[in-house]
């Protein structure tokens, strides 16, 4: 069993920054993908980024990229999602998931965080 915590989410202003951390209780992530989703208000939720155990390997939703940057600290076993020039399009709860299948780019996720919550205003 492992338990994702989230933090980092808020309200901030259109153009504006925030970055989500993501950490586990219970075990480590250290060896395993991480990945991030959000889901908006009477949407589905939607993929926005993966990084492999090591950090070497990322891989982004095209709408992510080059404003999102995923990244992790395994000494402090935790994943980041930077979120530069927000769009109010980016207000959603974000959640972190971790794989356990040792697949790259993984397929499916096994633990899922209980999410943050981010607004961007317009």
């Known amino acids: 069993q492992v338990r994702l915590v989230e933090s980092g989410g808020g309200l901030v202003q259109a153009g504006g920054s925030l970055r989500l951390s993501c950490a586990p209780s219970g075990r480590t992530i250290s060896n395993y993908a991480m990945g991030w989703f959000r889901q908006a208000p009477g949407k589905e939720r939607e993929f926005v980024a993966t990084i492999n155990w090591s950090g070497v390997s990322t891989y982004y939703a095209d709408s992510m990229k080059g404003r999102f940057a995923i990244s992790r600290d395994n000494a402090k076993n935790t994943v980041y999602l930077q979120m530069n020039n927000l769009k109010p399009d980016d207000t959603a709860v974000y959640y972190c998931?971790?794989?356990?299948?040792?697949?790259?780019?993984?397929?499916?996720?096994?633990?899922w965080g209980q999410g943050t919550q981010v607004t961007v205003s317009s």
């Open positions: 998931a971790v794989s356990f299948s040792g697949v790259w780019p993984p397929s499916a996720y096994d633990y």
